[in-house]
């Protein structure tokens, strides 16, 4: 119920019994009121921005009975309503000692009936009084009252500000009536009396964000040609992003309308190289994507032929073991799978797969396409099935799984082997940081209960928001206590798991590595002199040399150096000098696609290295060049281009004069790029050992071991 559109009456009452101190000496009894409502309408401008909000008072000096007064019309909550609550405090007292609670409540009914009229809304009321007014309802009244707040279906929350039935508080004989009227009142209708204590703790609390279900997909669950379920599926859980953000001008002035201020943006395209930088028409534009690192020019008719456009389903493709599916698979957010046909025997056969797998321990893999995009395109996706069993429903969590597409293969340097006793303490330290830990007995109590976990940077995002919204100047406000306590590490969890910190302190040693010495930053400032210094030196120099030997020509001007922040032309060949500088410069220029001349100009280094080295003296040099070609090759997808270059090599310098250099090759263990390293390599894992290890009995030269193979696919598993 709390996704949907609810109308919401505020009654405070301001008689002047409002602004006498608390029993507890903690602020009037007003300020508390005042407070419970900031709190209400702060989250409904963030959590709950469908809801209206409007607000009463009755026991106010405007009224000569002290009956109900509308102060702000139920509407909308913006922030110019949560500034006006200040105003109420700062008003005088009023003549009356308080207003009567039941009259206002009957007041407020009609107020909520005239705005909703026969609208769905849910329909609720908050109270705030100290309880002191005299009322004029008995018996009578108090039934007809109960009545009509059913017939209105609505709810009411009384904040009792020290007048709530606890020991510890002295009422005064209309509190001790008016707090008995409103048990009787709570009998018939639906009317709850919170202390004010609770009251703030509650509305105090952390909330998330209703939103409205929505079906992501309605349709058929394909089991086989002849076995079609009809189902539903919600989101259960997705990423949160944060709050986008508008800008306005600081310039214009302030208007309560939305679009009034706001800076709209006009994207003009132009040729990149056109020194005017005219304008191109739209008609002449034409969407561009790369292939590497070339642009393809692609059409809105070749475009619509391109994008993939599939009908919505869910067609089962086979069963595997629940074991062959892990957890770090999951991709994206979870949906929730349910039936939807209101057919008894559609929703028997759901709930026996459901069961079936359940106890199998299998999930079901699927063809997932959730919604028709016949303009955008709809991929389909590859998704798992995990049966769910409760007390009060049965579903299937539906998780996209990865494709080979989706799959990164990244390089990290091997770590240290460990030993057993390093291992024993690191596994002991994860044991002793279990966030499921029994405090008491042998009852298993959640250290870390994620739904009472909230977004940190949402949470305090919210908070600086309100902040400024009402405070202008000054500081952003501390992290709320209640954030920090779950975003810092568990002080009880590490004070009981000393003995294993300690432990895994001795097993590893660290040492403090000995850095660089520290260099001396230099600002734009200090550059540009230090370059003007130089060219008024070399200046100088060149004109006291010309002096000194009695040139009799004319002066000729001195050629400027190139500054600090001339363009640096773009390098198009790979030089002996710098090889491997130069080889990743062309193909990473973003201008010209230099990818194709790179490598030809990195082969022809590399030989001439070798052919020219005398006695081996450039073969180191070679052999780094080589293994820069070989990255360059699987970053650049060119290893066919690698490939034929290695068999190359192999045949002109695995016998001969320059056989020393196929023997570093060897032992570097730079070999062909595989299909592992490169798509479009057609070289498998074997076949690269083999390349090397054919000349092992010549060279006598060990062959690197051969990896581990990689994880079976688990669709192998299908049935």
């Not at 709390?2 to 903690?26: A, C, F, H, P, T």
């Not at 009321?125 to 009244?141: E, V």
């Not at 020019?297 to 069963?319: A, M, N, Q, S």
């Not at 069961?355 to 955008?376: G, M, Q, S």
């Amino acid at each position: 119920s709390d996704v949907y559109k609810r109308q919401i009456l505020v009654l405070l009452d301001v008689g002047n019994s409002m602004y006498q101190q608390l029993q507890g000496g903690e602020g009037p009894h007003i300020e508390l009121a005042l407070n419970c409502i900031r709190i209400l309408l702060q989250q409904k401008m963030i959590y709950n921005k469908s809801h209206e909000v409007g607000l009463c008072v009755f026991g106010s000096d405007e009224s000569d009975q002290g009956t109900m007064i509308e102060e702000r019309p139920i509407d909308k909550v913006d922030l110019e309503f949560a500034k006006s609550v200040d105003a109420i405090g700062k008003r005088p007292p009023s003549r009356f000692v308080g207003g009567d609670i039941f009259e206002a409540i009957e007041s407020g009914l009609y107020v909520i009936g005239e705005k909703v009229g026969t609208k769905k809304y849910l329909k609720k009321m908050f109270l705030l009084s100290n309880g002191s007014g005299k009322t004029s309802y008995n018996k009578d009244k108090l039934v007809k009252l109960g009545r009509l707040v059913k017939a209105h279906n609505a709810k009411i929350n009384v904040i009792a500000i020290d007048f709530a039935e606890e020991a510890d508080q002295v009422r005064n004989p209309e509190q001790v009536l008016n707090y008995k009227m409103l048990q009787a009142l709570g009998q018939l209708a639906d009317l709850r009396v919170f202390p004010s204590e609770m009251a703030m703790e509650i509305y105090g609390q952390f909330r998330t964000r209703s939103v409205y279900p929505v079906a992501k997909y309605k349709g058929t669950f394909e089991l086989s040609p002849e076995v079609k379920l009809q189902v539903v599926t919600y989101a259960k859980c997705m990423e949160q992003k944060f709050p986008s953000l508008k800008s306005f001008s600081s310039v214009a002035k302030f208007n309560k309308i939305e679009t009034a201020g706001a800076i709209a943006r006009d994207r003009v395209y132009f040729v990149e190289d056109d020194p005017n930088m005219e304008e191109v028409a739209a008609d002449a534009q034409i969407l561009g994507y790369f292939y590497g690192r070339q642009i393809v020019p692609v059409d809105k008719t070749l475009e619509d032929h391109l994008i993939g456009k599939y009908p919505k389903c869910i067609k089962l493709l086979g069963f595997v073991p629940a074991s062959k599916v892990p957890r770090h698979y999951y991709m994206a957010g979870v949906d929730m799978l349910l039936p939807q046909s209101e057919s008894l025997n559609d929703r028997r056969a759901f709930s026996a797969l459901v069961t079936a797998l359940y106890e199998l321990e299998k999930v079901a893999i699927v063809r997932y396409v959730p919604r028709n995009a016949p303009k955008r395109g709809n991929a389909p996706k590859l998704a798992v099935l995990t049966p769910h069993i409760t007390t009060n429903y049965e579903c299937f969590w539906v998780n996209v799984l990865p494709t080979s597409e989706d799959i990164r293969d990244y390089q990290f340097q091997s770590l240290k082997e460990s030993n057993q006793a390093q291992q024993k303490a690191a596994s002991d330290f994860i044991d002793a940081l279990n966030l499921m830990r029994s405090d008491e007995g042998e009852e298993v109590i959640e250290a870390l209960k994620p739904s009472a976990t909230f977004n940190p940077v949402l949470q305090y995002f919210y908070q600086c928001l309100l902040h400024r919204a009402f405070n202008e100047d000054g500081d952003l406000p501390p992290l709320d206590p209640r954030i920090a306590e779950y975003v810092r590490p568990d002080r009880h969890l590490y004070e009981r798991a000393q003995e294993q910190t300690k432990a895994l302190s001795a097993a590893f040693v660290l040492k403090e590595k000995e850095g660089k010495a520290d260099v001396k930053k230099k600002f734009w400032r200090e550059l540009i002199e230090s370059e003007k210094q130089k060219l008024e030196e070399a200046a100088a120099a060149v004109k006291e040399e010309e002096v000194g030997a009695g040139a009799m020509v004319a002066e000729k001007p001195l050629a400027a150096k190139k500054g600090i922040f001339d363009e640096e032309e773009d390098i198009r060949s790979v030089s002996t000098v710098a090889p491997i500088r130069d080889f990743r410069s062309m193909i990473t220029n973003k201008k010209e696609d230099l990818v194709e001349a790179a490598i030809e100009g990195m082969r022809k280094v590399i030989q001439r290295l070798v052919e020219d080295s005398f006695q081996g003296s450039s073969y180191d040099k070679a052999l780094e060049c080589l293994r820069e070609l070989s990255t360059g090759c699987v970053t650049e997808d060119e290893a066919p281009a690698f490939n034929d270059f290695m068999h190359e090599l192999k045949d002109m310098y695995s016998n001969g004069k320059h056989q020393n250099f196929w023997r570093k090759v060897v032992t570097a263990g730079v070999t062909l790029i595989t299909q592992n390293q490169c798509k479009s390599s057609l070289v498998s894992l074997e076949e690269a050992l083999k390349f090397i290890a054919e000349e092992d009995a010549n060279l006598g030269i060990g062959v690197p071991e051969k990896p581990k193979e990689p994880e079976p696919d688990f669709l192998a598993d299908i049935e």
